[in-house]
């Protein structure tokens, strides 16, 4: 979009980070830092963001690998308990 740059506005970058779009929001607030560099409202929210962006991949994967884990146990019990129904209506 070569007019992209006029819709770079702080409720914009709000939306963006509402919807997870953190590297979109940095972008924008970056943007409007440098056209108004003394807004330290805005330096603070690009912090917050620049933080979402470091910090929640590595906590969502260490909270995931646990889930899946027992999900696959579950998973193969299940199975098992399947087959060993079947079996049992076979005797």
Do not use: C
């Amino acid at each position: 979009m070569p007019n992209e740059v006029e819709f770079y506005t702080e409720t914009m970058a709000k939306i963006y980070v509402d919807q997870g779009y953190f590297e979109k929001a940095a972008e924008i607030y970056r943007h409007l830092l440098e056209t108004e560099p003394n807004r330290t409202e805005l330096s603070e929210a690009l912090a917050q963001v620049e933080g979402k962006i470091a910090s929640p991949r590595d906590k969502h994967l260490k909270d995931t690998v646990p889930l899946l884990a027992e999900w696959i146990d579950l998973l193969l019990t299940y199975r098992n308990i399947k087959k060993l129904k079947q079996l049992k209506e076979k005797i």
